[in-house]
């Protein structure tokens, strides 16, 4: 290693050349890296899904959910198996675990569905099994016009959609208020009758209106042809005028039924302020910058807009702007944090090595960067907040070899020999050094689940870049030491500090067994005492941009009914448009996501998403100096006019849409803000048991008992019931009649299942022909439906038939298998945390647990027993891996004790940090405790090993005194890095302040324990 220092030192050109590639290395990397808010934190997963037209939830469940379930039970990787079965359909969502092959798992579900198989329906098409794709939401268009049809709206929309499609890392395209357009033909059952025509009969002959198949193939010599139909009619008149043979009568269609070309808004509708509009959701994959593909589609649609004359495109609910908007702001904040500690050292050391040791720094997070690009990892808050950690811990080791290169230059000694001994000699200390600080983050990597990859790129982040600045302090800074350092170029005297911190430890030393006492009892108690003062929450709150309104009505709400309510709701919130900084409202009927976090598609519910302006600054740095840092220089941003946070809106609109829960008798009403996405409630509890009455009682009682507690924002559970379900029994007499359940049904399914008869061509594509009874949706059509006899007579349903009423749940929730009931709420963490609300259910839980119930507790509380149980782990190894980096030091086993023994104690000065600026304990404060382990120690190793071999008074007066100086600079400069982040976390960046917060000040209490304390117990352990 010395001679590879020596030869790069020797050759300068190819030292410039290097360091010039790396550069552009990291800079390539920087403009083509993935960016986005948030690192993907979704663990793989697969969807089994199945489709059954017809079949209520419990019959789905029966007929062949359980049975697909007890196949999959006996695959391994499957860490969780979660079903949602719903009237008609059911998905089972299985989460593998982190060491599983996706693709093998796939193929053994497969294997598992297969053998299922023969005991699934026979009319039932066999369940499919994909991986689902890892998409992140980029941006949404609207598409509306005053002049065109919803059906011509749907072929552009369709159009677009594909076209997009195609574009490089767009994953999927999602239309919201869109059909397929379809040829219904509304049978006249009556009519039926009247002609004395068989249901079946009839329904065969529509059947045959259409062949989609090929016929043939003409090979004659000179005239090769394929022979085909013209699949089916051309218009609606074609098929009125249609003649049906029908048991050799010669029927023509429009006498027994109305036909219609039509796409039917059945499934979802969309609005773009409060307009009606079809609405592309356009998502990215894992891979592609959000800021350049926001951008790149922009510019593609607006060419596009030439083709579609009368059609307004709309983008709205942008990721990419608060992506932008936020990176700028962390980087500034890393601007920032670069001239403070460039200040610093300028002030504290010279002007010439805070040039030399600051310019280290960029040079370090470009190599991180391109590190990060090739492993696969984007920028995101999580990848910049790491860099952010330890932009001033960075400099340390720069620190350490130029201010040992320095002396030796002062001492007089030539240049080029001075950077030469002076970096040999820092070699081995501060390599271990900054080790200890790697080993301190490596056991994150020790976690499991989302929480692990969530917070994954913090560590490696951390650590690529202190590798990085290990290389720079090692091969290029000795040549820029050599040529741009001076002898006798300091700036600040450090002699009356030393004195002062002499008088200090001689008064601590003089009662240095006292002091040591007090030391490792007082600091211990204090420290448990205010830990135990403290709340936990899983993560900080964060100021969104988003504002959600999601709302249930009753099951059986039409979808235009459900559409109509939206609307005067989101026409309610835009008459306060000013008082929200309201930039965009839009709504989706249709389709939900729930208070529980899970999605939820019928008639009946309905999604507004409120798209909120940015709040203006608050701050002196978001204000004034982040608009230079960015070079926006936009010091009154038009778009930062927000005034309140989004909780304190999100309160607001919860008073003025709570109106409507009594008005409409909804089922669900609530108002959700924008969370980081591991943990989808706050509270989540599960019943299973096998009464379902005392399952319902239970879950009833809970919502009582959360109801009463202050502090909630919204509470549901997951016990909604469906639709009515009639079922058909045939009774005595439709028995002596020839009748049989099958044959029944076989005929009604025909008119009231709306099933596809055949399919058909036209110049837009495939449409389905379906027929159905003109009075479909009429309960007394039913009731009154004419069964053809054998003797050519009807009979009338209710004759024949006994209709059972009942009503099932709407869905069911399914978790490894067991069916489940649910309570969620979500809390307003500012004034207590999901924990505390739990313990107040305490008392309501256990008496349930003892009914028999299995309760079960997920949400915050799941996730905090993981993450208690990993960081136990990820603790035990960090201090061994601390304990063995420091056996290299330090020969001695007792001094390696001394030096760790700082590290528990220092933790007070984490807790403190807390509670001065009123945060609550997070999982990114523990994470940030973690990480300060090996952090605070380095100081205790300068000290140290110093203070090593000294027996006497004086010489360890002395020799601490000299320590002073680059233990106070290498601490101030860490936490003047992590300044912005601690006092002026903004946005999502509020998330891992409290990583900077327990590293900052935890780190200055550790300070002066390595100052104070360490020196104490050296003297009580050596008798000095």
């Keep these: 290693m010395n001679g590879l220092i020596e030869y790069f030192m020797k050759n300068s050109r190819l030292n410039y050349a290097l360091l010039l590639f790396l550069i552009v290395m990291g800079v390539h990397s920087y403009i083509n890296i993935p960016k986005e808010i948030f690192?993907?934190?979704?663990?793989?997963?697969?969807?089994?899904?199945?489709?059954?037209?017809?079949?209520?939830?419990?019959?789905?469940?029966?007929?062949?959910?359980?049975?697909?379930?007890?196949?999959?039970?006996?695959?391994?990787?499957?860490?969780?198996?979660?079903?949602?079965?719903?009237?008609?359909?059911?998905?089972?969502?299985?989460?593998?675990?982190?060491?599983?092959?996706?693709?093998?798992?796939?193929?053994?579900?497969?294997?598992?569905?297969?053998?299922?198989?023969?005991?699934?329906?026979?009319?039932?098409?066999?369940?499919?099994?994909?991986?689902?794709?890892?998409?992140?939401?980029?941006?949404?268009?609207?598409?509306?016009?005053?002049?065109?049809?919803?059906?011509?709206?749907?072929?552009?929309?369709?159009?677009?959609?594909?076209?997009?499609?195609?574009?490089?890392?767009?994953?999927?395209?999602?239309?919201?208020?869109?059909?397929?357009?379809?040829?219904?033909?509304?049978?006249?059952?009556?009519?039926?009758?009247?002609?004395?025509?068989?249901?079946?009969?009839?329904?065969?002959?529509?059947?045959?209106?259409?062949?989609?198949?090929?016929?043939?193939?003409?090979?004659?010599?000179?005239?090769f042809a394929y022979v085909s139909t013209a699949h089916g009619k051309v218009d609606e008149d074609e098929y009125r005028e249609a003649i049906l043979n029908i048991d050799d009568k010669y029927i023509r269609l429009g006498d027994i039924a109305q036909i219609s070309i039509e796409y039917p808004q059945t499934d979802t509708l969309a609005t773009y302020n409060n307009k009606k509009t079809l609405s592309l959701v356009i998502s990215k994959g894992v891979s592609g910058d959000s800021i350049v593909l926001s951008k790149e589609l922009r510019e593609y649609v607006e060419k596009l807009q030439s083709n579609y004359k009368d059609v307004v495109f709309n983008f709205y609910d942008d990721s990419s702007i608060p992506v932008k908007n936020r990176l700028d702001t962390i980087i500034s904040n890393l601007m920032f944090g670069l001239i403070l500690v460039y200040l610093s050292m300028h002030l504290l050391i010279n002007f010439r090595i805070a040039i030399i040791v600051t310019l280290g720094?960029?040079?370090?997070?470009?190599?991180?960067?391109?590190?990060?690009?090739?492993?696969?990892?984007?920028?995101?808050?999580?990848?910049?907040?790491?860099?952010?950690?330890?932009?001033?811990?960075?400099?340390?080791?720069?620190?350490?070899?130029?201010?040992?290169?320095?002396?030796?230059?002062?001492?007089?000694?030539?240049?080029?020999?001075?950077?030469?001994?002076?970096?040999?000699?820092?070699?081995?200390?501060?390599?271990?050094?900054?080790?200890?600080?790697?080993?301190?983050?490596?056991?994150?990597?020790?976690?499991?689940?989302?929480?692990?990859?969530?917070?994954?790129?913090?560590?490696?982040?951390?650590?690529?870049?202190?590798?990085?600045?290990?290389?720079?302090?090692?091969?290029?800074?000795?040549?820029?030491?050599?040529?741009?350092?001076?002898?006798?170029?300091?700036?600040?005297?450090?002699?009356?500090?030393?004195?002062?911190?002499?008088?200090?430890?001689?008064?601590?030393?003089?009662?240095?067994?006292?002091?040591?006492?007090?030391?490792?009892?007082?600091?211990?108690?204090?420290?448990?005492?205010?830990?135990?003062?403290?709340?936990?929450?899983?993560?900080?709150?964060?100021?969104?941009?988003?504002?959600?309104?999601?709302?249930?009505?009753?099951?059986?709400?039409?979808?235009?009914?459900?559409?109509?309510?939206?609307?005067?709701?989101?026409?309610?919130?835009?008459?306060?448009?000013?008082?929200?900084?309201?930039?965009?409202?839009?709504?989706?009927?249709?389709?939900?996501?729930?208070?529980?976090?899970?999605?939820?598609?019928?008639?009946?519910?309905?999604?507004?998403?409120?798209?909120?302006?940015?709040?203006?600054?608050?701050?002196?740095?978001?204000?004034?100096?982040?608009?230079?840092?960015?070079?926006?220089?936009?010091?009154?941003?038009?778009?930062?006019?927000?005034?309140?946070?989004?909780?304190e809106l999100s309160a607001r609109v919860k008073e003025i849409v709570e109106v409507y829960r009594d008005k409409y008798s909804m089922e669900d009403l609530g108002v959700m803000e924008d969370k980081p996405g591991l943990i989808k409630s706050d509270i989540q509890i599960n019943l299973s048991g096998s009464n379902d009455e005392e399952l319902q009682t239970s879950i009833q009682k809970l919502e009582s008992e959360i109801a009463k507690l202050d502090n909630i924002k919204d509470y549901s559970n997951n016990i909604k019931y469906g639709k009515m379900e009639y079922k058909i029994k045939i009774n005595s007499f439709g028995e002596s009649l020839g009748l049989s359940e099958a044959g029944v049904a076989k005929i009604v399914s025909a008119y009231f299942l709306e099933q596809k008869q055949a399919t058909t061509f036209n110049e837009r594509g495939v449409m389905e022909i379906k027929i159905k009874d003109v009075a479909k949706d009429e309960i007394a059509a039913f009731f009154n439906f004419n069964i053809p006899l054998e003797n050519g007579r009807f009979v009338r349903l209710s004759e024949v038939a006994d209709v059972l009423e009942i009503i099932d749940y709407e869905k069911i929730n399914k978790l490894n298998g067991n069916i489940i009931k649910s309570v969620y709420a979500n809390v307003d963490k500012r004034k207590t945390t999901a924990q505390e609300v739990l313990e107040r259910l305490k008392p309501s839980i256990e008496e349930i647990r003892k009914s028999g119930i299995d309760v079960a507790l997920l949400g915050e509380k799941e996730k905090n027993e993981q993450l208690k149980s990993d960081m136990k782990t990820a603790i035990l190894l960090a201090l061994f891996l601390i304990f063995i980096t420091l056996l290299f030091i330090f020969p001695k086993v007792k001094y390696v004790l001394m030096v760790m023994s700082v590290i528990p104690l220092s933790m007070l000065g984490a807790l403190l940090g807390h509670k001065l600026l009123g945060i609550n304990l997070s999982m990114p404060s523990i994470i940030g405790m973690l990480g300060l382990a090996g952090v605070v120690i380095n100081d205790g190793i300068i000290m140290l090993d110093f203070l090593n071999g000294t027996h006497k008074l004086d010489e360890l007066l002395q020799r601490a005194k000299l320590r002073l100086r680059p233990i106070v600079i290498t601490s101030l400069t860490t936490f003047l890095g992590l300044l912005t982040l601690i006092f002026y976390a903004s946005g999502q960046a509020v998330i891992l302040q409290p990583i900077a917060i327990s590293l900052g000040f935890g780190l200055l209490w550790g300070t002066l324990l390595n100052l104070i304390y360490l020196p104490t117990l050296y003297a009580v352990v050596n008798r000095v």
């Design 39 to 223: 690192p993907d934190a979704e663990l793989d997963q697969i969807n089994v899904m199945g489709t059954y037209k017809g079949a209520s939830a419990v019959v789905m469940d029966k007929m062949a959910v359980r049975d697909i379930e007890d196949e999959l039970s006996n695959i391994s990787g499957i860490d969780k198996t979660e079903t949602t079965i719903t009237p008609g359909a059911f998905a089972i969502i299985l989460t593998l675990n982190q060491n599983a092959n996706k693709e093998a798992v796939l193929g053994r579900i497969k294997d598992a569905i297969s053998l299922t198989r023969q005991y699934l329906p026979s009319d039932m098409n066999e369940p499919t099994a994909t991986i689902v794709e890892k998409v992140r939401p980029l941006i949404k268009l609207a598409i509306s016009s005053d002049e065109l049809s919803i059906g011509q709206l749907t072929q552009i929309a369709q159009d677009i959609k594909s076209k997009i499609a195609k574009l490089d890392d767009i994953s999927e395209v999602v239309i919201r208020g869109d059909s397929s357009e379809e040829v219904l033909i509304s049978i006249n059952s009556e009519a039926v009758t009247a002609y004395g025509l068989n249901h079946s009969s009839v329904k065969n002959a529509i059947a045959n209106l259409s062949y989609t198949f090929p016929i043939g193939n003409i090979e004659q010599k000179g005239n």
């Design 361 to 647: 720094i960029p040079f370090s997070f470009l190599i991180g960067i391109t590190a990060i690009y090739y492993l696969g990892y984007s920028i995101n808050v999580v990848s910049l907040l790491g860099g952010l950690i330890v932009i001033g811990i960075v400099v340390d080791d720069a620190i350490v070899v130029s201010e040992n290169i320095q002396r030796y230059i002062d001492e007089g000694m030539d240049n080029y020999d001075a950077a030469l001994r002076g970096v040999k000699e820092m070699m081995l200390p501060v390599t271990l050094a900054t080790v200890t600080t790697v080993v301190a983050f490596l056991p994150i990597f020790m976690m499991h689940g989302e929480i692990a990859l969530f917070i994954a790129l913090v560590p490696i982040a951390v650590i690529i870049i202190l590798l990085a600045s290990l290389l720079e302090s090692f091969f290029f800074l000795p040549l820029h030491a050599q040529e741009f350092l001076k002898k006798n170029s300091r700036t600040l005297s450090w002699e009356p500090f030393q004195n002062l911190y002499g008088r200090t430890i001689v008064f601590f030393l003089k009662y240095k067994k006292i002091s040591l006492f007090l030391f490792l009892i007082f600091i211990p108690i204090a420290t448990f005492y205010t830990a135990k003062s403290m709340k936990f929450q899983f993560f900080p709150n964060f100021d969104g941009n988003y504002l959600y309104i999601s709302g249930k009505l009753d099951i059986n709400t039409p979808l235009k009914d459900t559409y109509e309510i939206s609307k005067e709701i989101e026409a309610k919130l835009m008459e306060h448009a000013d008082e929200f900084s309201l930039k965009a409202i839009s709504s989706v009927v249709g389709h939900r996501r729930n208070l529980s976090g899970d999605t939820q598609r019928n008639n009946s519910v309905f999604m507004i998403t409120m798209e909120l302006y940015d709040r203006e600054a608050t701050n002196w740095v978001d204000k004034y100096v982040n608009p230079i840092l960015n070079f926006s220089f936009e010091f009154n941003n038009p778009h930062n006019k927000r005034q309140k946070q989004t909780f």
